[in-house]
């Protein structure tokens, strides 16, 4: 056993499964007010089921690295591009959220009044 291999392989499992569960969610939740609960809830039990099948199956089951011979760290990538086109296709064809929770994303997605840049404070607040 390579105590380091083992530690880089398990790292790479669980940001490969985060990103195929929680990465476009938390992308789409801010940057789409037409997500919703059921395309998100769809996203990612789609992506985290294809990434976990996967890396079991390649693993444990030794089953051949099917596609494109991607390697079972590496798969959360595709994991994530599938809960994308899953969720964005869900809150379509569902109803859109309700417009409080439209307006909340749109509120928390647009920045509001900022701080004032550093130049434009005057010595006394720069203390």
């Not at 985290?48 to 199956?57: A, N, P, S």
């Not at 959360?76 to 599938?82: E, Q």
């Not at 309700?98 to 840049?117: F, I, K, S, Y």
């Amino acid at each position: 056993m390579n105590p380091p291999g083992f530690v880089a392989q398990v790292v790479a499992f669980a940001f490969g499964l985060a990103a195929a569960s929680f990465f476009p969610i938390i992308i789409l939740g801010v940057f789409d007010k037409r997500t919703n609960r059921e395309g998100a809830i769809a996203g990612m039990v789609v992506g985290l089921c294809f990434t976990i099948f996967y890396i079991v199956g390649v693993k444990f089951y030794g089953m051949q690295p099917w596609f494109f011979g991607v390697s079972a760290e590496g798969i959360g990538t595709l994991g994530m591009l599938i809960n994308f086109v899953v969720t964005w296709s869900v809150s379509r064809l569902t109803p859109p959220p309700p417009l409080e929770v439209q307006e909340m994303v749109e509120v928390l997605r647009t920045p509001g009044d900022e701080p004032p840049a550093i130049e434009e404070l005057d010595e006394d607040h720069l203390d």
